[in-house]
């Protein structure tokens, strides 16, 4: 989910992507008109697929040799054959004959090898590169100790590309499916040099939709039908236009005049509507949880957040039920740890991920405990109150709930705990997270394909979104483990990640609030969407109006 690092963003990227779709036969006075209208919490910050922060809505104007369909599994995308050898490490796709950008130029093998190497291209400043991570000369790539060039992909011929990997990956396919590995047209980034995606005609696009009306800074924009897009014909829907509504009883009253088709709902509005016809609830694998800086510049609170006992203190003082049944009221559920839950199954005994990476005492309630590790972390650093702030995106709505819910519940529970709640934009929240300048940040991570792994990189010691610079030595071999040498033997490389993320729970490195769920008003006469919960959660190739 998707890759998210504001809580302002996931609802800004969730309800860009939430869009639900409209579309049906060819429109004739007969028939309803095929566009839909959907609300936008946040301007749409790029549409450099090299650059973006998150790739909730672009699957549907960026594809790649796959795409993702319904529940969660991959489908039919750019390539139309595929080839995998033995060892399970050379890949060989064939494009499409008829794949075409949207300005008609035909889609080749050196597109995607462009594309890859220019996302990797440090000059780029791409944060995502680690998904290139076990594809060959991945990682030194990413440390810097290797040219972009180098990356394991080649065109064999115009039709044909070649990918190698360092080892097999049980992902690797709906990898694949992912906007991030999609192609990028040369010829335009060179045409438009410094213009190249500052407005929505400086792109080309390879998916159903394109951008229109996008410059950069707009409230307003639309997606618009593909017409040399290679599977048009299934395409209904016209067009889909956004609009920025940061406010959710604005949206509710547009909704209720017609003028959207969609509305994210409070709390209290779900109260009020959750008997009505049109109320939806969307499940998403998106963590809410808290980070803390194990480098804050601030030597008294690097030493208190850097405490063990303190950390485990606050996750303890956390009511997670109460949060999610009474604070938030949205279908959100309580965790287990960090990896959601209904993203992965143990191979061997079906099990869920997120049943196997519990641990006594780590994301429960109890207070009594939380007193006394609370106590322990006061002796330990030699203090008899901490005071420390909590960093969070305004535009998300529930982000201001969410903080005032930790101020109460942390000041009430652990005497001589203060609390300082900064919301701030979402776009200042994620620069001041990138940078370091925070004590607690209140962040989220979404899937970007269903496997445990998604949100196992993130507290690497060599992740970039790694903000609070957490590092365990143990768990970096942990996933390594799982990353090479049980990359071929799934049942082995599952257990490398329960024990990781059991590591997690443990040092509470990162403390897992909730995991999100959003309730919406829905036109019911909107058909067609495929929703998942991970990657590319909106797919608007199928829906129509009826």
Same mark, same amino acid.
């Given at each position: ?6 809580? =302002? ?10 869009? !639900?779709?409209?579309?049906? #036969?060819?429109?004739?006075? @007969? ?69 075409? $950008? ?13 594309? $890859? ?25 990413? @440390? =810097? ?7 394991? +992909? ?25 906007? !991030? ?12 040099? #410094? ?25 307003? $924009? ?30 509710? =009253? ?17 109260? %009020? ?6 109320? #939806? ?27 063990? %006992? ?10 997670? *039920? ?52 609370? &106590? ?17 995106? %305004? ?18 529970? !652990? ?5 300082? +709640? ?27 394909? %269903? ?5 196992? &990189? ?11 610079? $957490? ?23 599952? &257990? ?11 040092? *509470? ?6 995991? @999100? ?12 969407? +495929? ?16």
């Amino acid at each position: 989910m998707n890759r998210w690092t504001s809580l =302002g963003l996931v609802t800004a990227v969730v309800a860009l992507g939430v869009g !639900l779709a409209a579309c049906g #036969k060819s429109t004739t006075s @007969a028939q309803p008109k095929q566009v839909l209208k959907l609300p936008a919490t946040a301007q749409l910050y790029t549409i450099d697929l090299a650059k973006a922060t998150g790739y909730g809505q672009t699957g549907n104007v960026f594809e790649s040799f796959y795409r993702l369909g319904k529940d969660g599994k991959v489908a039919p995308g750019l390539a139309d054959k595929v080839q995998e050898s033995k060892d399970q490490k050379t890949w060989t796709f064939h494009i499409r004959d008829n794949a075409k $950008w949207s300005n008609g130029d035909k889609i080749t093998a050196k597109d995607f090898v462009y594309s $890859w190497r220019r996302t990797l291209t440090p000059a780029t400043k791409s944060t995502y590169t680690y998904l290139f991570s076990g594809i060959k000369n991945g990682d030194k790539i990413i @440390a =810097g100790k290797m040219s972009p060039n180098k990356i394991g +992909i080649h065109a064999k011929n115009q039709q044909t590309v070649v990918v190698q990997l360092t080892k097999p990956m049980a992902y690797f396919k709906i990898l694949m499916a992912y906007p !991030l590995f999609a192609p990028q047209n040369e010829k335009v980034v060179k045409q438009y040099g #410094k213009k190249y995606a500052t407005k929505s005609q400086y792109m080309v696009y390879s998916g159903p939709f394109k951008i229109e009306n996008w410059k950069g800074t707009s409230n307003t $924009w639309s997606f618009v039908k593909n017409n040399n897009y290679w599977d048009h014909k299934v395409v209904k829907l016209h067009k889909i236009n956004y609009q920025v509504v940061t406010n959710q009883q604005t949206g509710l =009253g547009l909704y209720q005049n017609k003028k959207l088709d969609l509305a994210q709902l409070t709390n209290e509005q779900v109260k %009020n509507y959750k008997n009505d016809a049109e109320f #939806k609830e969307y499940p998403y694998s998106i963590m809410i949880h808290l980070k803390y800086n194990f480098k804050d510049t601030d030597a008294t609170k690097r030493a208190a957040l850097s405490n063990r %006992n303190l950390r485990q203190a606050i996750a303890l003082s956390i009511n997670r *039920q109460q949060l999610t049944k009474k604070v938030l009221g949205d279908g959100s559920v309580t965790p287990t740890g960090f990896v959601t839950s209904g993203l992965a199954k143990d191979p061997k005994t079906g099990e869920d991920f997120a049943q196997q990476q519990a641990v006594k005492n780590t994301t429960t309630y109890n207070p009594t405990l939380a007193k006394q590790k609370w &106590q322990k972390a006061l002796k330990q650093l030699g203090t008899k109150e901490v005071k420390l702030s909590v960093l969070a995106g %305004n535009d998300d709505p529930m982000a201001s709930t969410v903080t005032q819910y930790l101020k109460g519940q942390l000041e009430k529970t !652990l005497p001589g705990f203060k609390l300082n +709640i900064q919301n701030v934009p979402a776009q200042v929240a994620q620069q001041r997270s990138q940078s370091g300048d925070f004590d607690l940040y209140l962040s989220h991570w979404g899937a970007d394909f %269903n496997d445990p792994i998604s949100f196992m &990189q993130i507290p690497l010691s060599s992740n970039s979104l790694n903000y609070g610079q $957490w590092s365990s030595k143990t768990y970096d071999q942990l996933i390594a483990k799982a990353q090479n040498q049980d990359a071929a033997t799934p049942e082995k490389r599952w &257990q490398d990640m329960v024990q990781a993320a059991k590591l997690l729970n443990t040092e *509470q490195s990162f403390t897992p609030l909730y995991q @999100a769920n959003y309730a919406y008003l829905q036109r019911s006469t909107v058909k067609g969407v +495929i929703h998942n919960t991970a990657g590319t959660q909106w797919s608007y190739k199928y829906a129509y109006i009826k």
